[in-house]
């Protein structure tokens, strides 16, 4: 009996259970995200550092996330790992910086980065993640002033 009245059983369900929706919703809120974020890039499209379009960036991140989730599928713990946390920061901010404004559209991928981690750490881990990604979008900004600048 827990301090509820239920019975364990009742009171939780089963973790791996759990595990798997959570990393379903995780994948589900990835892909429905980079899909809107494609549409937005494709219907105004924009130019970021060394020409790359924004709608090639959004699609190498929905590589990476195609990587990231084809590994997740096929470790043996259902749960999303820390190390994939970890993984999407980097790249999360390597991506914005080489977008075509601060503050744009490819500011969502720090978003999905910090909901990763959210589901993966504990709430200590998390708010150091979150500091983390605060620090890295606040150190590309004004070190690259390169935006607001067309590029010819």
């Known amino acids: 009996m827990t301090g509820t009245g239920l019975r364990d059983d009742v009171a939780r369900p089963a973790q791996p259970a759990l595990d798997r929706y959570l990393r379903r919703a ?31 960036l959004v699609a190498l991140f929905a590589g990476y996330s195609l990587l990231i989730d084809l590994v997740s599928v096929r470790m043996v713990r259902s749960r999303p790992s820390v190390a994939m946390a970890a993984l ?9 910086a080489l977008g075509a404004e601060p503050a744009g ?14 589901a993966s750490m504990t709430v200590r881990g998390t708010l150091l993640y979150v500091a ?17 600048t067309p590029w010819r």
């Open 105 to 118: 559209v490819l500011f969502v991928l720090f978003f999905l980065a910090v909901d990763y981690a959210a």
């Open 132 to 148: 983390a990604a605060v620090v890295c979008a606040a150190a590309i900004d004004p070190l690259l002033p390169r935006w607001g």
């Open 88 to 96: 999407t920061l980097p790249a999360a901010a390597g991506l914005y």
């Open 26 to 56: 995780l994948m589900l809120l990835r892909w429905i995200t980079l899909a809107v974020l494609l549409a937005i890039v494709v219907m105004q499209p924009a130019v970021g550092y060394r020409r790359l379009p924004m709608w090639a």
